[in-house]
């Protein structure tokens, strides 16, 4: 079985890709581990740059790039980038994290320390201390508590994680992981241990979530519980029917058994409560087909898909004549 493999998706950060294998390769020199690298460049429109090209790696045994054939987005090259790994080889475990310095190195020790006592378990960061601007975590807070509204659970962690062999296999079989990977390992039910890991500063450049990213990221969280979603939809449905038909009787007892006399409030009333109603119990039937569909069809499966965006596989090598990688090895 081989060493520990590291997956870093990309998209434009190759100067943080590359202070990041540096700082990588001295930090696994030092404590004389070997790793693997794998590059998932997520459709970059950039190419890495002659002014940041480092030495020979020693400790970054092999690194290379799977290149994608467009840009789909860093959840689903994650999904790509590991279905690859667990296609092709057979490493001990897979580290998946961010390129831009966030993710710190060091973490990945920690990683390895508590996969050693937990060896069946996906070993995963939750953050402590965070460095975004205020309007960030504040668009962050309004996320998770929406997140916590439409589907009961707590979102606690990102993609920072390291995956044993054990669990490889299973992980990648999960039509969840595609719109989402940190939350669809959550709903999996997968045994978890959660270490705590203070989040890094970027190394350069800007991030590449805004506004619009942030929501369509909180979307596609929530689509991996549309099953429960659409359920507590039809509760809330069928709870708000219970509320109109028993103010509609209301509504009729006042007319029948009262002396109050506005002319035609009754048939108004009364008319617009059968409406409403009426327009619930048809979201109702719509929810309940659209959770029956969903359970019953058959999503996009990582494992068995994955090779339709692999464009090549290209050897990330060193040196001073080159834009930082050879194609076509």
Not at 142 to 155: A, H
Not at 299 to 310: A, H, M, N
Request: glycine share 6%; proline share 3%.
């Amino acid at each position: 079985m081989e060493q520990i493999a590291i997956l870093l998706p990309v998209y434009n950060d190759w100067e943080c890709v590359n202070r990041l294998l540096a700082e990588m390769e001295t930090l696994m020199a030092s404590n004389d581990i070997n790793i693997d690298v794998w590059i998932v460049n997520d459709g970059s429109t950039t190419e890495p740059t002659p002014e940041y090209v480092l030495p020979t790696y020693l400790a970054l045994k092999k690194v290379k790039i799977i290149q994608l054939i467009r840009n789909l987005g860093h959840q689903r090259a994650i999904s790509i980038g590991l279905s690859y790994l667990v296609d092709n080889y057979n490493y001990q475990a897979v580290v998946i994290m961010d390129a831009d310095g966030e993710d710190k190195p060091e973490d990945i020790l920690k990683f390895m320390g508590a996969w050693e006592k937990n060896p069946g378990d996906v070993i995963i960061a939750i953050r402590g201390k965070r460095h975004e601007s205020v309007f960030f975590k504040f668009q962050y807070r309004i996320y998770k508590t929406l997140f916590r509204f439409f589907t009961g659970q707590n979102i606690r962690s990102g993609n920072f994680c390291l995956i044993p062999h054990k669990r490889l296999k299973q992980i990648v079989t999960m039509s969840e992981i595609w719109n989402h990977f940190s939350v669809g390992l959550q709903k999996s039910n997968i045994p978890r241990n959660l270490i705590v890991c203070e989040r890094g500063k970027r190394y350069a450049g800007q991030s590449k979530m805004n506004f619009e990213s942030l929501i369509i990221h909180g979307l596609c969280s929530i689509s991996i519980y549309s099953d429960i979603v659409g359920v507590r939809a039809i509760l809330v449905s069928l709870f708000l029917m219970g509320v109109l038909f028993i103010v509609s009787c209301v509504v009729v007892c006042i007319r029948l058994f009262s002396n109050a006399h506005i002319p035609g409030w009754a048939t108004y009333s009364l008319g617009l409560l059968i409406v409403l109603i009426c327009q619930l119990f048809i979201i109702t039937i719509i929810f309940s087909f659209l959770v029956l569909g969903q359970r019953s069809t058959s999503g996009f499966i990582p494992i068995r898909d994955y090779k339709l965006f692999v464009f090549e596989i290209n050897d990330y090598f060193i040196s001073n004549t080159t834009h930082g990688y050879l194609k076509n090895i």
